[in-house]
């Protein structure tokens, strides 16, 4: 009796698997992401919850949906790789995106894509390397440059200044507000790379 009943489940589980085609992922994060995940938890984990892959239609919405569905689509099925929540409301504080190396003269549409996605609604988007490690004392800077950077956007608007921040031309990263402080130049301001000094890719601003 025993046998027979095993059996059965044995054959329902089977008729199961054979009618939905989907199948438990090995890793939920790769290599690069669960290392990122430990330094977070290390590092800010005792001030916001860390959420893993987050879909971008769960932190923005789109206004009049019906006449805007191309930017919809801009959004689906796509996510940030962690977003740091305040513990107590869980409104979104951090968002944070692994991203590759990129050629010297090759700029990716889609980076290009969330930072300006990030900035207008005024949350700090904090884009780091792909690595298996990580040290806390380049994470923090990183999250320092994304507020800067935030703060940036925000005057610029207040002065009516609204362009796209660029990438860098050189190592593909996030480009931050900065202003020449000696030289023929002094005074005006350009796009430096926010790897600077490691990285001196620069944009003028005319």
């Given at each position: 009796?025993?046998?027979?009943m095993?059996?059965?489940?044995?054959?329902?589980?089977k008729?199961?698997?054979?009618r939905?085609?989907y199948?438990?992922?090995?890793?939920?994060?790769?290599?690069?992401?669960?290392?990122?995940?430990?330094a977070?938890q290390?590092m800010?984990?005792k001030?916001?919850?860390?959420?893993?892959?987050?879909?971008?239609?769960?932190?923005?919405?789109?206004?009049?949906?019906?006449?805007?569905?191309?930017?919809f689509?801009?959004i689906?099925?796509?996510?940030?790789?962690?977003?740091?929540?305040?513990?107590?409301?869980?409104?979104?504080?951090f968002?944070?995106?692994?991203?590759?190396?990129v050629g010297?003269?090759?700029?990716?549409?889609s980076?290009?894509?969330l930072?300006?996605?990030?900035?207008?609604?005024?949350?700090?988007l904090?884009?780091?390397?792909?690595?298996?490690?990580?040290?806390?004392?380049?994470l923090?800077?990183?999250?320092?440059?994304a507020i800067?950077?935030?703060?940036?956007?925000?005057?610029?608007?207040?002065?009516?200044?609204?362009?796209?921040v660029?990438?860098c031309?050189?190592?593909g990263?996030?480009?931050?507000?900065?202003?020449?402080?000696?030289?023929?130049?002094k005074?005006?301001r350009?796009?430096?790379?926010?790897?600077?000094?490691?990285?001196?890719g620069?944009?003028?601003?005319?």
């Amino acid at each position: 009796m025993g046998v027979t009943m095993a059996i059965r489940e044995s054959t329902q589980v089977k008729v199961q698997d054979e009618r939905l085609p989907y199948r438990l992922r090995e890793r939920f994060m790769s290599a690069p992401e669960l290392a990122l995940f430990r330094a977070l938890q290390n590092m800010a984990g005792k001030h916001y919850v860390v959420c893993p892959k987050v879909a971008l239609n769960d932190i923005f919405y789109i206004v009049r949906p019906n006449e805007n569905v191309h930017f919809f689509n801009k959004i689906f099925r796509k996510h940030v790789n962690f977003l740091l929540c305040d513990p107590k409301t869980l409104q979104p504080v951090f968002a944070i995106e692994l991203v590759k190396p990129v050629g010297k003269s090759e700029t990716r549409e889609s980076d290009q894509f969330l930072g300006d996605l990030f900035l207008s609604a005024g949350l700090p988007l904090v884009h780091v390397m792909s690595s298996e490690n990580y040290l806390e004392g380049d994470l923090a800077e990183l999250f320092q440059l994304a507020i800067l950077k935030v703060k940036q956007t925000k005057t610029l608007r207040a002065t009516g200044k609204t362009d796209s921040v660029p990438h860098c031309p050189i190592c593909g990263r996030m480009m931050v507000l900065r202003m020449h402080r000696a030289g023929p130049d002094k005074g005006k301001r350009y796009y430096g790379c926010m790897d600077n000094p490691k990285c001196g890719g620069m944009v003028r601003i005319d």
